[in-house]
């Protein structure tokens, strides 16, 4: 089977609103000029659009006229390569999803060490931000704690007692493997980070060894985040 058949036929199976690359069409790097020149045809017939170079989607057709693909189909485009996730949701969009804000971002942010993703297609506007650690399916919704954590002060919104109160919930919600995890990923934070997440944990898990944490501290740095009368041990971590 030549290469525009087999591409042609995968796309044929492909769901409306579908979002792929070559990586996703099995196009070895010897087909590539064929393959881009397939896409092209199929583009130009309207069979499938463009989002961006690389990025291809079938279109969705409505009663509304044709529609984008929807938000987690581009956004997963940009999030995973070749299968594996390489960049995960950040900022105050993320920390909507937390439940620790009601403000929605007209931007949102998209942390990744491996490579700068932004994004502008319709109403889906990201800014790329480097993340502390590569990113993997393991790691990433622990990140996006640790990234709470960093901008506990910077959150629109934010009912500290509430997110407290959150923020205990969600580690609690962890497993022992993941909890290991999060706190070797802390290591690679800011200070103020570090000694947050101590606090958190000598008061949500008193028997878990965080002695890295503690002696990763500077003892005469001090961390201002308001929490005094909201986690009994901040005073034990530096926190004001």
């Known amino acids: 089977m030549g290469v525009s058949s087999k591409i042609q036929q995968q796309i044929e199976g492909f769901s409306e609103g579908r979002t792929f690359g070559y990586a996703q069409l099995n196009v070895e790097r010897q087909e590539f000029m064929a393959a881009a020149k397939a896409l092209e045809r199929m583009r130009s017939k309207g ?12 279109p969705v057709q409505s009663v509304f006229g044709e529609l984008l693909p929807a938000e987690d189909q581009i ?6 390569d070749k299968g594996k996730r390489i960049a995960y949701l950040t900022g105050t969009a993320l920390y909507n999803q937390l439940g620790l804000t009601t403000q929605i971002p007209a931007s949102m942010r998209i942390a990744s060490q491996q490579k700068r993703i932004a994004i502008s297609i319709g109403t ?4 790329a931000v480097k993340s502390y650690v590569a990113v993997t399916e393991e790691n990433y919704q622990l990140l996006g704690l640790l990234d709470a954590l960093k901008d506990f ?8 007692a509430s997110a407290i109160d959150i923020l205990k919930n969600n580690l609690l919600d962890l497993k022992p493997e993941q909890t290991r995890l ?15 997440l101590g606090a958190l944990l000598e008061l ?12 990763s501290l500077n003892p005469l740095s001090v961390f201002h985040f308001g929490l005094n009368e909201l986690i009994a041990t901040a005073g034990q971590w530096q926190l004001k």
């Open 153 to 160: 002060n910077a959150i629109p919104d934010l009912d500290k």
């Open 47 to 58: 069979t499938i659009r463009r989002l961006s170079p690389g990025l291809f989607y079938k």
């Open 204 to 215: 949500t898990m008193p028997e878990l060894d965080i002695s890295k944490l503690k002696n």
């Open 124 to 127: 889906i506007k990201a800014k």
């Open 75 to 80: 956004l997963d485009a940009y999030l995973f």
């Open 182 to 196: 999060l706190i070797a990923c802390a290591l690679e934070y800011p200070p103020r980070v570090r000694s947050f």
